[in-house]
């Protein structure tokens, strides 16, 4: 048969499968108890989508792509569920920077002063900056992680240094 009666979709390229969020070689997947639900919530939903996709006969080429797609993701996800550690925002110690905390921060010097960044500290599949939450492996949470309200520190941001202080720690912020 002539290649002008052969799709190109069917040349046998492999799907990509989008990648989860990075979570460093040797690094514990930390979760807050939310965010353990949420990818719960998340692997349900892509079963749910793959049950659907393999009732669908309409395209066995497309249906066969997005269920390798979907099985990856799954696989991945799964992974990722039974690697958590959840750890329990309430437990950690009151009045220090650690995984769960929500913390205010004011520029002191260096950057605008007096500028004031809030964020929750959070797994890396739960971190959204839109949403104020930030992964434990950020470069900023780990300048942060172990200081008390009061304490300052040296803040790396690209060419030049600020020195920030920890103005607020709270634990108090129920579910995400």
Known sequence: MSRAFVKEDDAGQAPIIPPRA???SGVANYVTPPGLEQLRTELSDLEAERA????NREDEAERSRQLV????RISALTS????????????QPADEVR????????????????FKRKFTIVGVDEASVEKGLIAFVAPIVKAIQGLKKGE?????????EEV????????????E
């Open 22 to 24: 990075a979570l460093p």
């Open 152 to 160: 300052q520190t040296n803040l790396p941001m690209g060419r030049g």
């Open 52 to 55: 659907k996709t393999e009732a």
């Open 80 to 91: 990722r569920i039974s690697s958590a550690k959840v750890i329990e925002p309430k437990e």
């Open 164 to 175: 920030i202080e920890v103005e607020e720690v709270s634990y108090d912020h129920g579910k």
């Open 69 to 72: 797609i979907l099985n990856g």
């Open 99 to 114: 995984f769960g905390a929500t913390v205010t921060l004011r520029t002191i010097s260096g950057g605008k002063k007096g």
